[in-house]
């Protein structure tokens, strides 16, 4: 199993950014694919990003195309979602995930194995 811990989450306004990581530890991390999914109060959890385990593909949700970017560092074990011109609706806990299985990457939650806790993010009008 590998844990994850998020990291970066706060308040900001909208228009602005931030910069969530994910670090992983207890397993080899590079082989596997990544995601990024949020829930904000009352709805679903819901994908927004994933990485293969290169780099080399990635996926978003409409929703945040244009205006997130996943990135990862395998020799940080360490995952990224950069966020720019967030808007109130990007309000939610985010949590980050591991697949064991996908490839290159994958989109549905119940691909994902191992979850972080989360971190809150906040957008204000």
């Known amino acids: 199993q590998v844990q994850l811990v998020e990291s970066g989450g706060g308040l900001v306004q909208a228009g602005g950014s931030l910069r969530l990581s994910c670090a992983a530890s207890g397993r080899t991390f590079s082989t596997y694919a990544m995601g990024w999914f949020r829930q904000a109060p009352g709805k679903e959890r819901e994908f927004v990003a994933a990485?293969?385990?290169?780099?080399?593909?990635?996926y978003y949700a409409d929703s945040v195309k244009g205006r997130f970017t996943i990135s990862r560092d395998n020799a940080k074990n360490t995952v990224y979602l950069h966020m720019n011109s967030l808007k109130p609706e990007d309000t939610a806990v985010y949590y980050c995930a591991l697949s064991y299985t996908a490839s290159p990457l994958a989109v549905p939650r119940n691909s994902y194995d191992d979850w972080g806790q989360g971190t809150q993010v906040t957008v204000s009008s």
């Open positions: 990485v293969s385990w290169s780099a080399t593909n990635t």
